[in-house]
């Protein structure tokens, strides 16, 4: 069984490395002040020649010895030899690829599986960390919720920390909120790339050019959310404050919860987290 200490050397595998593990390895690979008890080398499985050469090419300069894997035999390889293995795999495929993919027994599991429980990973290796994250940490602009198994050591969760934290901001929480956190943070981006299109094409009905509504889109979501960061002040509050009597502001806001939109918001979030807790029993 692995036992990990202060600054041992170790393999890290990436076995599934599509949307979300790609973008665990960009933003690892990407970070310029990398932790001192990170890997000393990386591995990611794909499924095709194809892909393992445009990670190859994309990743050929990286300060950590990195190597790409798509063949089964090759891919079965490179878990044996590693300590810690990040699961990049889509929901369906997980059973099946960790099934043959040999004794995952003693090593330290990162899971970026949709659904999938601690304690369906736990009959394959008791030490889990179940994580979800989106697809701003591509750009280390994420957001990844973790929850660990009961057996994971202080250490590893220091190390686990320390693997995600390029992602951006890293939040801790119990495992029963997990599903929760997958439609918040994992499907929250398709929610807020809506309402940024929908912003967009506001400006567009009303005649601004395209260029410059997208622009003045991104800037509005990006400011606000800043706004909301650094004041520390409920978003309701800072609503309130740009709503004059009487003005623009409030009647675009009565239109807009007159159709529903903050209950379209919330039902949508809470659909994202009752499809992922299905996801895990398929």
């Not at 330290?108 to 008791?126: C, D, M, P, R």
């Not at 990844?144 to 686990?160: D, Q």
Request: glycine share 8%.
């Amino acid at each position: 069984m692995s036992t990990f200490t202060e600054n041992k050397p170790y393999t890290l595998t990436v076995l599934g490395s599509g949307t979300i593990g790609q973008a665990f390895l960009s933003a690892y690979l990407s970070c310029k002040e990398k932790p001192i008890n990170g890997p000393s080398k990386i591995i990611a499985c794909v499924r095709s020649e194809t892909s393992a050469n445009l990670l190859k090419a994309k990743y050929q300069d990286s300060d950590i010895p990195f190597e790409v894997s798509f063949d089964a035999e090759y891919n079965q390889r490179a878990v044996a030899e590693s300590e810690i293995i990040v699961i990049g795999l889509k929901p369906y495929m997980t059973e099946s690829v960790l099934s043959n993919i040999g004794s995952l027994e003693g090593k330290l599991l990162i899971s970026l599986v949709a659904g999938w429980t601690i304690e369906q990973f736990q009959n394959y290796s008791k030490k889990v960390s179940r994580v979800m994250t989106n697809t701003p940490a591509k750009y280390q602009y994420g957001t990844a919720v973790v929850a660990n198994s009961s057996e994971v050591t202080a250490v590893e969760s220091k190390l686990i920390s320390d693997l995600i934290g390029p992602i951006g901001k890293v939040i801790e929480l119990p495992e029963k909120n997990m599903d929760a956190a997958t439609g918040l943070v994992g499907s929250g981006p398709a929610f807020v790339l809506l309402m940024l299109e929908a912003l967009m094409e506001s400006g567009l009905n009303l005649g601004i050019p395209l260029k410059e509504s997208r622009e003045a889109a991104i800037k509005v979501l990006e400011g606000t959310a800043k706004l909301v960061e650094l004041s520390g002040q409920h978003p309701g509050e800072l609503k309130h404050q740009v709503c004059t009597p009487g003005g623009t502001t409030i009647a675009g806001i009565v239109e807009m919860e007159s159709r529903g939109l903050k209950t379209a918001i919330i039902k949508g979030v809470e659909k994202a987290a009752q499809r992922a807790s299905e996801l895990g029993k398929k």
